[in-house]
């Protein structure tokens, strides 16, 4: 098991950029080089819609930004596209000077909220600019899965390319309100464009925890470690006894997978940024740190910050993304 220890928050947008009023959601970061981190987040404009930003930070001291991209990444989709209303990243895997980034695409609804899929960009001059895939998304909705499809994190293992993503399985209302159920679902690829979805559901929701979402699988050891966030479906805006926190499970195969206690020192606060809500982290290896990125409160509102971790087992081995 892995122990942390906060060290604070890094970014909240200050307002001042029409793209970028507020928010920065589901950080996701990429190791440019050996003293330069890169993260990218979403941000909201005047009208809601997301689009991705980014900030270098300093690999040795992660509180220390060194620059804020001008831009957006990308710009939204074409009308009618699956990422018109909302782009947010979810995951990067690295390949020499490719860089594949998972993102989210974002639709408004009529008769529920909002509806997600799953996009893919590209770069290649090792991760400053990106180009979209394609305009239509790498997994949406379908037969089997017809509500929406979230949140993945990718793996590649030699030839094998995996994904742990969360699928929607239906609404409820709730105070009048249409609310999401989803649970962690598993995909396999050749070459991490075209996905077999397998039906495997990895971790599931029960009486208590109708959501989970934002699985980040790593490789420990022997056995792979799955960091997630879960809440319960009333008030989980601003009740904190309802609202996100971090849930971790361990499995041998990355398929069948066991719940352990929530990680230590990932609770939320007593007061502050991360005192409602703790979501959608990042766990990598920097400089022989483990280093857990998250969102606070608000789903990325008050922004993100991150911990440091330290794993109890002797030995210890990482299959990078």
Same mark, same amino acid.
């Given at each position: ?24 959601? =589901? ?9 330069? =981190? ?16 980014? #900030? ?17 990444? =990308? ?52 991760? !400053? ?44 209302? #709730?105070?009048? *309100? ?66 996100? *926190? ?8 990355? =398929? !069948? ?59 210890? *081995?990482?299959?990078?993304?």
């Amino acid at each position: 098991m892995m122990r942390w220890e906060k060290r604070g928050r890094i970014f909240v947008p200050d307002g001042t950029r029409p793209w970028m009023r507020t928010h920065a959601a =589901l950080p996701v970061v990429d190791q440019l080089d050996a003293a330069t =981190l890169r993260v990218f987040f979403a941000c909201r404009d005047d009208e809601n819609r997301s689009r991705i930003a980014s #900030i270098d930070l300093a690999a040795s001291d992660p509180l220390r930004v060194l620059r804020t991209a001008p831009e957006p990444l =990308l710009p939204l989709g074409q009308r009618g596209t699956f990422d018109d209303n909302g782009m947010t990243p979810s995951c990067i895997v690295a390949d020499g000077q490719l860089r594949y980034l998972y993102y989210i695409g974002w639709n408004p609804q009529v008769t529920v909220s909002y509806r997600l899929a799953i996009g893919l960009a590209v770069s290649e001059d090792g991760g !400053h600019t990106y180009r979209r895939c394609s305009s239509g998304p790498l997994l949406d909705r379908d037969r089997d899965e017809p509500f929406f499809n979230t949140a993945p994190c990718v793996v590649r293992e030699r030839e094998r390319w995996r994904m742990w993503y969360s699928s929607c399985t239906g609404w409820t209302e #709730i105070q009048g *309100r249409a609310e999401p159920v989803y649970h962690v679902k598993y995909a396999e690829s050749d070459d991490g464009l075209s996905w077999r979805r397998t039906g495997v559901v990895c971790i599931d929701h029960d009486p208590g925890i109708q959501a989970i979402g934002r699985p980040w699988v790593v490789r420990l050891g022997d056995c792979y470690g799955m960091w997630f966030s879960y809440r319960g479906l009333v008030d989980y805006r601003t009740d904190p006894r309802t609202s996100y *926190r971090i849930g971790y499970a361990e499995s041998r195969d990355g =398929l !069948h997978w066991d719940r352990k206690p929530d990680p230590t020192g990932l609770e939320r606060s007593a007061e502050g940024w991360d005192s409602v809500m703790m979501a959608y982290t990042h766990i990598l290896r920097v400089q022989d740190s483990w280093l857990c990125f998250y969102n606070g409160n608000g789903f990325g509102q008050s922004g993100f910050g991150y911990a440091v971790g330290e794993d109890e087992r002797p030995t210890i *081995r990482r299959v990078s993304a």
